[in-house]
Nanobody
Framework: QSQVVESGGGLVQPGESLRLTCSAVASGFTFHVYHVAWFRQAPGKEREGVAA????????YYTDSVKGRFTISENDARKAVYLQMDSLRPEDSAVYYC?????????????????WGQGAQVSVSS
């Protein structure tokens, strides 16, 4: 069983918004000790890093295609990480995954992440 679970996916029209939530399954799991990232994978495509948040000081990263539209954040109790997605486009359709890593080096390479959720489907279509 994964230590985290995603929620908030769904079907929306272009231009609309969704917020994905990555929640800890175990009560003792906290996100602030990990680098955290959201990845997405569309059918026939490689898994792509969309947004990431480093360990303290929580520096953020966004891939170019989502800059200005997506926001990664963490709640105060450090029990959830969010991906706010605005102005959604059909090309944003994919399964979105939350992932964490203890590694010292911060990266957006999916092979560096060792804790994964089961994924949440996001579909953008008119």
């Amino acid at each position: 069983q994964s230590q985290v679970v995603e929620s908030g996916g769904g079907l929306v029209q272009p231009g609309e918004s969704l917020r994905l939530t990555c929640s800890a399954v175990a009560s003792g799991f906290t996100f602030h000790v990990y680098h955290v990232a959201w990845f997405r994978q569309a059918p026939g495509k490689e898994r792509e890093g969309v947004a990431a948040m480093s360990k303290i000081p929580r520096t953020t990263y966004y891939t170019d295609s989502v800059k200005g539209r997506f926001t990664i954040s963490e709640n105060d109790a450090r029990k959830a990480v969010y991906l706010q997605m605005d102005s959604l486009r059909p090309e944003d359709s994919a399964v979105y995954y939350c992932a964490e890593t203890h590694r010292d080096t911060w990266s957006i390479d999916p092979s560096d992440y060792d804790i994964w959720g089961q994924g949440a489907q996001v579909s953008v279509s008119s």
